[in-house]
Nanobody, 118 residues
Framework: QAQVVESGGGLVQPGGSLRLSCAAS????????MGWYRQAPGKQRELVAI????????KYADCVKGRFTISRDNAKNVVYLQMNSLKPEDTAVYYC???????????WGQGSQVTVSS
């Protein structure tokens, strides 16, 4: 039984927007910082954005600052990644992670493909 599940990926044109969602089990979500990571073909997995358990602090990779926003709904056990002004270089499999701040990587989702292409 999956404890962390992403959704919302797909194909979008450059300049477009997508919102990823990640639902986690209640016990994991309530005790964890959450994060979004991505892995492009031939590259290592990299941090995109992370958020503390209470949602009061966030951290972003420089390449997404000002374009992506991470948020969480603690009542629904869901974390979101709003992605705006998407670029072809944002194409990757996006993974949701849960764990201890500032490296919430104890639990992983299955990944969601995001493709930015015209």
């Amino acid at each position: 039984q999956a404890q962390v599940v992403e959704s919302g990926g797909g194909l979008v044109q450059p300049g477009g927007s997508l919102r990823l969602s990640c639902a986690a089990s209640a016990i994991i979500f309530s005790t964890s910082a959450m994060g979004w990571y991505r892995q492009a073909p031939g590259k290592q997995r990299e941090l995109v954005a992370i958020i503390t358990r209470g949602g009061g602090s966030t951290k972003y990779a420089d390449c997404v600052k000002g374009r992506f926003t991470i948020s969480r709904d603690n009542a629904k056990n869901v974390v979101y990644l709003q992605m705006n002004s998407l670029k072809p270089e944002d194409t990757a499999v996006y993974y949701c992670g849960a764990g201890v701040w500032p490296e919430p990587t104890s639990h992983w989702g299955q990944g969601s493909q995001v493709t930015v292409s015209s």
